[in-house]
């Protein structure tokens, strides 16, 4: 090899390796970016359906403390009035928002369908059949059932909230 040789191979050497670890560098650093990026965005997308799903439950909840109190309002109402006594709100009028104003009720139901909640579903649907006597029979109750459904709709669907307690724990 001449030195003319030798002096371009050298040249070569000492402009390649950087061109060569440049690119190298280029490469290893775009593909970490890229994977670090599409691993921050999936547990993104992780913290958004877990802080979605920790909002419906508690859209849930506040809806049935709605209907809860409704309901509740409507049994103390109809318990005062099998027992002729006056009560402080219009019977008639709390007779009424139970059918004008369930959409709460509703919109619960199809949230806890729609989050799969089994346990907290079948809670809530024997809290409301509880309920539906109250409903249907009215002041047509005897004194001791009327006062006995209205102390168990008062204290309110409590299977149901333990229940959805144990799904908010877990998001």
Same mark, same amino acid.
């Given at each position: &090899?001449?030195?003319?040789e030798t002096r371009l191979l050298s040249d070569a050497v000492k402009i390649g390796f950087p061109v060569i670890g440049t690119i190298a560098g280029a490469l290893?650093? #775009? &593909?970490?970016?890229?994977l670090l990026t599409k691993l921050s965005h999936r547990n993104d997308a992780k913290k958004e359906l877990a802080k979605r799903r920790f909002d419906l439950l &508690?859209?849930?909840?506040?809806?049935?403390?709605?209907?809860?109190?409704?309901?509740?309002?409507? =049994?103390?109402?109809?318990? $005062?009035?099998?027992? #002729? @006594?006056?009560? =402080?709100?219009?019977?008639?009028?709390?007779?009424? $928002?139970?059918?004008?104003? $369930?959409?709460? +009720?509703?919109?619960?139901? &199809?949230? +806890?369908? +729609?989050?799969?909640?089994?346990?907290?579903?079948? %809670? @809530?649907?024997?809290?409301?059949?509880?309920?539906?006597?109250?409903?249907?029979? #009215?002041?047509? +109750?005897?004194?001791?059932? =009327? %006062?006995?459904?209205?102390? @168990?709709?008062? *204290?309110?669907? *409590?299977?149901?909230?333990?229940?959805? =307690?144990?799904? *908010?724990?877990? %998001?």
């Open positions: &090899m001449t030195e003319e290893i650093g #775009g &593909m970490s970016t890229y &508690m859209q849930t909840a506040n809806d049935v403390t709605e209907f809860e109190h409704m309901i509740g309002t409507y =049994a103390t109402e109809v318990s $005062n009035k099998v027992q #002729g @006594l006056k009560g =402080a709100v219009d019977f008639d009028e709390a007779k009424s $928002n139970i059918y004008k104003k $369930n959409h709460p +009720l509703r919109r619960a139901r &199809m949230a +806890l369908k +729609l989050l799969g909640l089994k346990e907290a579903e079948a %809670s @809530l649907e024997d809290y409301v059949e509880l309920t539906r006597e109250l409903i249907r029979h #009215g002041p047509n +109750l005897s004194k001791e059932r =009327a %006062s006995e459904l209205a102390k @168990l709709i008062v *204290v309110g669907p *409590v299977k149901f909230y333990e229940s959805l =307690a144990k799904e *908010v724990a877990i %998001s």
